[in-house]
Structure formats: C-alpha cells, structure tokens
T-cell receptor, first 111, second 114 residues
C-alpha cells in the first residue's frame, strides 16, 4: 500500500517562531488532508489539499502532487498550536473514506 | 449540530468480553469510517462504509465487525476482546466521496482490555 512519511517527528518551538512540516507519499493520490490533534485528543481537519496552495489564518499548506509531497506552514506559532499534526492521503480508485495516515509530527510551542 | 458523537468515552474490558462502540452523526454524511490510534503509529483504518447497507474492510479489520443500517449510525463491535485491541478508537464521517473539507472526527473512545 501507499506509504506516508512525515518529518520531523518532533518539533519544539518558541512562541512566535515559524515552522514547516513535511509529508511525503509514495504513490499518486487524489486526496490529501492535514489534521491537528490537540493535547486533549480531538482531531481537527485543517486542510483538504490534493494539489495547490491554501491558507487559513496563520496556517497554509502546499501540495506538489507530481513530486509527491505536501508542506504545512505555521507562522507566528502560539501555544495553542501544540499537538500532533497528521497528513493523510487517499489513492485514485480507492473507495471513499479510506485515508492512510502518516505517523505525525508532534509540535510543542513554549513561551 | 452535534457532529460525530462517540460513546462511551472510556471503557475497560476483560479479555474475551464483547462490546459495541457507538458512533452517530447528524450531518447526513454518506461516508463513515472507524480508525484505531496506537502510540507512534498514527491512525489505521478498521472498517468503512459508503452508505447505508454497504460496508467494507480497511487495513486492520480482524476482530471487529460493523453494520450500517441507517445513514446516521455506524457501530463497531468487538467480538472477543484481546489486549492487542487496547487503543483509542475514532469514528469519522464525510459528505464527499474522498474526505474533503467536511471530514469530521468524533472525540474518540479509549478502550483498555485487561
């Protein structure tokens, strides 16, 4: 099956710093999503971005499908950004609702 | 709207017991899924459904059963609990065929099998 690798596995930032999280995938995809799991365990959908660039406030994401990677940018980080960020992909011909997740990037933002 | 509701939030089972994890959504989503999350392994798909009466296996289906008799409900049954099924279980739903911006998770069920 498709492999999804995220880097770095762990990241510690001071509040106000910027960061880039990366997601590499091993095959063509028709669905790519970024999720944030907060320290209480809740999973929040950040972006649906199978290609191109999107921005939502301090967060933005870019997917280059032809090169099989996606980037999540966090600017001016805040302590509320702490948690685990997951990339998840779906493959062409794959049935709906089947997402393959990476193992995540654990982000800690300190004061 | 309540979104995706999972019950119970916590459960302890003895090896060999059976139980049902409940998942309900009020968004009229056709597509629903069950995932388990283990430390360091991200989320893995157990079973999914593309509509009432239609279910299929995901990556790790062994030991679990599902059914989808209504659009709203997608229960997950553990037939004979084993310690290896200790995990956090998440239910998700979406209105499009490929997840998309409406992909919504429940708050999870933390299951311990002793």
């Amino acid at each position: 099956g498709i492999q999804v690798e995220q880097s770095p596995p762990d990241l510690i930032l001071q509040e106000g710093a910027n960061s880039t999280l990366r997601c590499n995938f091993s095959d063509s995809v028709n669905n790519l999503q970024w999720f944030h799991q907060n320290p209480w365990g809740q999973l929040i959908n950040l972006f649906y971005i199978p290609s191109g660039t999107k921005q939502n406030g301090r967060l933005s994401a870019t997917t280059v499908a032809t090169e099989r990677y996606s980037l999540l940018y966090i600017s001016s980080s805040q302590t509320t950004d702490s948690g685990v960020y997951f990339c998840a992909v779906g493959i062409p011909g794959g049935t709906a609702s089947k997402l393959t997740f990476g193992t995540g990037t654990r982000l800690q933002v300190t004061l | 709207n309540a979104g995706v509701t999972q019950t119970p939030k916590f459960q302890v089972l003895k090896t060999g017991q059976s139980m049902t994890l409940q998942c309900a959504q009020d968004m009229n989503h056709e597509y629903m899924s069950w995932y388990r999350q283990d430390p360091g392994m991200g989320l893995r798909l157990i079973h999914y459904s593309v509509g009432a009466g239609i279910t299929d296996q995901g990556e790790v289906p062994n030991g679990y059963n599902v059914s989808r008799s209504t659009t709203e409900d997608f229960p997950l049954r553990l037939l004979s609990a084993a310690p290896s099924q200790t995990s956090v279980y998440f239910c998700a739903s979406s209105y499009t065929g490929f997840g998309g911006e409406g992909y919504t998770f429940g708050s999870g069920t933390r299951l311990t099998v002793v």
